[in-house]
């Protein structure tokens, strides 16, 4: 017995040492430290960003708060119709001289990055767009900032990690830390930050991502609070479930926010597809959706910019049924105008927007109904913003959080479950994507089908092939033999191997098609599949 406590602290030190030693030459504790500085120069960001969308705002409006629909509304017509048409303009010129892509980035840009190792953002590019985006939310435009600022937090962050030289590992970590401090400093709203980060950036939850993104996202969020304060985004009374028997008007409530959520992602699709085929030049196309937009906002200003003032007067009962019904429709097409005219946004506030109106009009009907058992409309609108944002969004984890820390609302948990999992689930069985996976599938990224099914789509011929050797005539190519080119996807490549009789194949030239300037094994292709697939399984299941 004591030698075995003699023994005690050699056994402990070696029990100790291997993770400590893991631990530092893995570069967490720099990873640690990194997510912190992540986490305050995203908040400054994001507070700049609110700020200068509320100097553009004074341009037009003389007001940079978020009560766009009341300023607004005592301001002759002509004003408010053109606000967008000029917003429309910079935003067209900045389209053709600053942006590569001729659009604004956003939260499917950011997955996509994900899905390459973290390191495809371009910060001057994020910059632009984030510059573009608050012309558009300023002058204006039906459309959210979260969206953008998550892209540019995004940004920021890899462009730390890259500076510092990080590990692989780290790559999508402290991309999903930039996520979190954005998305916590936008809301106010830390334990949001960190699930938005991992159920939809990174698309799993992983131990030694936790500790980097909670801190980014912790400190953010402090740092905001510093500047706006510790308010919830929106004021609500007290709200409580009257009666169980409310539960099956739950039910029904999800299954009309789905409807919503439906109906408001296949506007954003069918818009973009009629705009894609439009042929006009690319400068003229936000001035023409400018107009259009503006043409709205003269009879319903409360449609302008991110909208939460009439979110705000929805949650506590200010409006009337027919005003709102008429919201969810103009917001609907006010919004799917806005993204197809690549005006700067997301769709993130629009979401939370259209679940509060849906929400209040299904609160008034149902109390004119039961008025004994049913609840405030403002409670249903709450439910409301949570059903149809986690359905857009394809979060309903981090949605719920959101709308938690929103308003400050705990007492309705078990109804905001329930709505939020029927509106999500009827929105898969339905629609089967989230708008962010619709938009990557429109760049042939299908991320929603797993990581061996986008690896293999990604992954490409040149990144395993061997180059030719110097002796070898690159012209000397079998006639009628399969070849592969440097571009071909991994799962091209390996469908080739398996349909023919070859186990090695030429790779030739992308022009010509016929010069030799490599070669391809089956096994190179299968050991390159093997060795990234447990690459992905380690970084999400082993740490």
Not at 274 to 294: T, Y
Not at 441 to 463: Q, S, T
Not at 469 to 486: N, R
Request: hydrophobic share 50%; with cysteine.
């Amino acid at each position: 017995m004591l030698d075995i406590i003699k023994r005690l602290p050699t056994i402990v030190v070696k029990w100790i040492e291997p993770n400590l030693r893991q631990y530092w030459d893995t570069k967490q504790p720099q990873s640690w430290l990194l997510a912190l500085v992540i986490g305050l120069t995203v908040s400054v960001a994001a507070i700049l960003f609110r700020i200068l969308i509320g100097y553009v705002q004074i341009l037009w409006l003389g007001d940079k708060s978020e009560n766009v629909a009341s300023a607004a509304s005592s301001l002759p017509w002509y004003i408010i119709f053109l606000a967008p048409v000029a917003g429309g303009a910079v935003v067209g010129l900045c389209l053709v001289y600053l942006l590569p892509l001729r659009r604004t980035l956003g939260v499917a840009d950011v997955i996509e990055a994900r899905a390459f190792g973290g390191r495809s953002i371009d910060i001057r590019s994020a910059i632009y767009s984030a510059l573009v985006t608050i012309v558009s939310l300023g002058s204006g435009a039906s459309a959210g900032r979260e969206g953008p600022m998550v892209h540019l937090g995004a940004a920021i962050s890899t462009a730390l990690s890259n500076i510092f030289r990080m590990p692989k590992w780290s790559d999508r970590t402290l991309l999903a830390c930039g996520v979190a401090s954005a998305v916590s400093a936008s809301f106010n709203a830390p334990i949001a930050g960190v699930l938005f980060a991992h159920e939809v950036i990174l698309g799993h939850y992983s131990m030694r991502a936790f500790v980097p993104i909670v801190i980014s996202s912790v400190s953010g969020t402090v740092f905001s609070r510093l500047y706006f304060g510790n308010a919830a985004a929106f004021k609500l009374p007290e709200y409580q479930i009257t009666s169980l028997w409310e539960f099956p008007a739950f039910v029904i409530l999800g299954v009309v926010c789905a409807l919503v959520a439906i109906l408001f992602q296949f506007s954003l699709m069918s818009s973009e597809f009629v705009a894609r085929n439009i042929n006009m030049p690319l400068w003229f196309r936000p001035i023409i959706g400018g107009a259009v937009i503006g043409a709205i906002a003269v009879f319903l200003p409360e449609i302008l910019g991110v909208g939460y003032e009439a979110t705000d007067m929805a949650l506590t009962n200010q409006l009337p049924l027919l005003l709102m019904f008429t919201l969810i429709i103009a917001k609907t097409i006010a919004t799917s105008i806005t993204i197809a005219s690549r005006f700067g946004g997301g769709v993130f506030s629009p979401a939370l927007y259209l679940g509060a109106m849906t929400g209040g009009t299904f609160g008034i009907i149902a109390a004119s109904i039961f008025p004994q058992l049913a609840s405030s409309e403002g409670l249903y609108a709450i439910l409301g913003m949570g059903a149809v944002s986690a359905a857009v969004l394809g979060a309903p984890i981090s949605t719920t959080m959101i709308v938690f820390e929103l308003t400050g609302g705990y007492g309705m948990t078990i109804a905001l479950l329930l709505v939020v999992s029927i509106s999500n689930g009827i929105n898969n069985a339905i629609h089967g994507r989230s708008i962010f996976q619709w938009q990557l599938e429109m760049r042939g990224l299908f991320v929603h089908d797993g990581p061996h099914r986008y690896m293999m789509k990604i992954k490409k011929v040149m990144d395993f092939m061997e180059p030719a050797e110097d002796h070898e005539d690159p012209h000397q190519i079998i006639e009628d033999q399969q070849s592969l080119k440097p571009t071909d996807t991994l799962e091209y490549a390996l469908r080739v191997f398996d349909s023919g009789t070859d186990s090695r194949l030429p790779v030739v030239d992308e022009i010509d098609g016929k010069t030799i300037i490599g070669w391809a094994t089956q096994v190179q292709a299968l050991s390159y599949c093997n060795a990234a697939l447990v690459e992905a399984i380690d970084e999400e299941h082993h740490h």
